[in-house]
């Protein structure tokens, strides 16, 4: 398994979630790492990306809630997830992305539940 994701459950509103991604070294050191989410009959969309140069992206949606960052001592790129919604349930996918090649890896998901 070259990314394995942990970390999901049920939170009730207002609550933090920290998911993690483990890479191999050779994926994470070759490409961004990301997170996205899968909410049921929707299409699968981008929540943050870290870049190996230290930058980062976050969709609009979760900017000052949510936190990613990468520990390169660990190959794990982490998602922390605070002030949480119902609208953010649901499953969350570990991403690796060479924005040269063009070219993907995809982790098992995990998912998150939002309580009202």
């Known amino acids: 398994v070259q990314l394995q994701a942990s970390g999901g459950g049920l939170v009730q509103a207002g609550g933090s979630l920290r998911l993690s991604c483990a890479a191999s070294?050779?994926?994470?050191?070759?490409?961004?790492m990301g997170w996205y989410r899968q909410a049921p009959g929707k299409q699968r969309d981008l929540v943050a990306r870290?870049?190996?140069?230290?930058?980062?992206y976050y969709a609009d949606s979760v900017k000052g809630r949510f936190t990613i960052s990468r520990d390169n001592a660990k190959n794990t790129v982490y998602l922390q997830m605070t002030s949480l919604k119902p609208e953010d349930t649901a499953v969350y996918y570990c991403?690796?992305?060479?924005?040269?090649?063009?070219?993907?890896?995809w982790g098992q998901g995990t998912q998150v539940t939002v309580s009202s």
């Open positions: 991403n690796a992305f060479n924005v040269i090649r063009d070219s993907q890896y």
């Open positions: 070294p050779t994926i994470f050191s070759n490409n961004a």
């Open positions: 870290a870049f190996s140069s230290g930058s980062t």
